[in-house]
């Protein structure tokens, strides 16, 4: 067998394991609001055939979307209502109270 121990020393790169940040698609569109605008496009274009409101959500996922994420900090849709509507939700992580929930 050969070896490719040489040409992997002159030739190669080595890659990061991990991620650091989003996959961008086009360099301005992260690829989860691409799923989210397919999965508009599916559930307004296709089942319900709401061509008007189908628009109107991918103007506001593809249009407005990446301008909000861009001008606030990172995780702002998963924090704002959250903070606003005064939203719990109790868990593993963070228990509502004092309560024990394991032993």
Same mark, same amino acid.
């Given at each position: 067998m050969y070896?490719?121990?040489?040409?992997?020393?002159?030739?190669?790169?080595r890659v990061s394991q991990t991620i650091d940040s989003p996959i961008m698609v086009f360099d301005y569109f992260e690829i989860s609001e691409l799923f989210v605008a397919l999965l508009v496009i599916l559930i307004f274009g296709v089942v319900f055939y709401s061509w008007g409101l189908m628009i109107i959500l991918l103007i506001i996922t593809l249009g407005l979307g990446p301008v909000i994420r861009?001008? $606030? *900090? !990172?995780?702002?849709?998963?924090?704002?209502?959250?903070?606003?509507?005064?939203?719990?939700?109790?868990?593993?992580?963070?228990?509502?109270? $004092? *309560? !024990?929930?394991?032993?």
């Open positions: 070896s490719y121990e040489s040409m992997r020393e002159k030739h190669g790169s861009r001008r $606030n *900090k !990172k995780g702002i849709f998963f924090h704002w209502p959250y903070r606003h509507f005064k939203m719990t939700l109790p868990g593993i992580i963070n228990p509502k109270g $004092n *309560k !024990k929930y394991s032993d």
